[in-house]
């Protein structure tokens, strides 16, 4: 796996970054779980979804029986956008030399929310239709499995969006053995 330098200059976010973030939990998991980018708890402690985010994917992590230092967690970019905006087009590819090194290797990939999913899936529709569905996309030259699902941010507020989310871990937690 490629890690970023710590003064990494390859795209603008670095201009605003107390941290980079890096991926956290088991680095050897067969199953990684994307976020789009990291917010100002994420920025401050150096470590993704330690923030609200963070807490409700622990729940749903919780609620389903899937320990977290079971999975490896990471983001489409590893430094904060300002003001918490989602990652430009641009600055996703500047970074995505080190999320495709992370991601190599993997059994599944779970896409959280839709800036990770139209990084990686390439798709801008809605989610609806693409939710907990079996994607494949490539990564350095290999087809992995890939599962669209919802940001725990957008479960705040929608029990249906919550209940996805849980499905998806479950499912992964069964179809890995986690
Ligand atoms: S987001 Fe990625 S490419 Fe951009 S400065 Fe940070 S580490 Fe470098």
Do not use: W
Not at 51 to 59: D, E, H, M, S, T
Not at 95 to 107: A, F, I, P, Q, T
Not at 126 to 148: A, C, D, H, K, S
């Amino acid at each position: 796996m490629i890690s970023p330098d710590k003064d990494c200059r390859l795209c603008a976010l670095c201009e605003g970054r107390t941290n980079l973030v890096l991926p956290s939990g088991d680095l050897d998991s067969p199953v990684v779980l994307v976020g789009e980018a990291p917010g100002e708890n994420e920025d401050q402690q150096g470590a993704p979804f330690v923030g609200r985010a963070g807490q409700i994917l622990n729940q749903a992590m919780e609620d389903v029986g899937l320990e977290r230092s079971r999975v490896m967690i990471t983001n489409t970019v590893k430094c904060r956008p300002p003001n918490n905006r989602d990652p430009e087009q641009s600055e996703m590819a500047a970074c995505r030399k080190y999320l495709d090194s992370e991601l190599s290797g993997r059994k599944a990939i779970i896409g959280l929310g839709k800036s990770a999913i139209r990084d990686l899936m390439g798709y801008e529709g809605p989610m609806g239709p693409v939710v907990n569905t079996r994607q494949y996309i490539e990564i350095n030259g290999e087809r992995i499995l890939f599962i669209p699902t919802y940001h725990p941010m957008a479960c705040v507020y929608r029990k249906a969006a919550r209940e996805e989310l849980r499905r998806t871990l479950a499912m992964v937690k069964e179809e890995f053995g986690l």
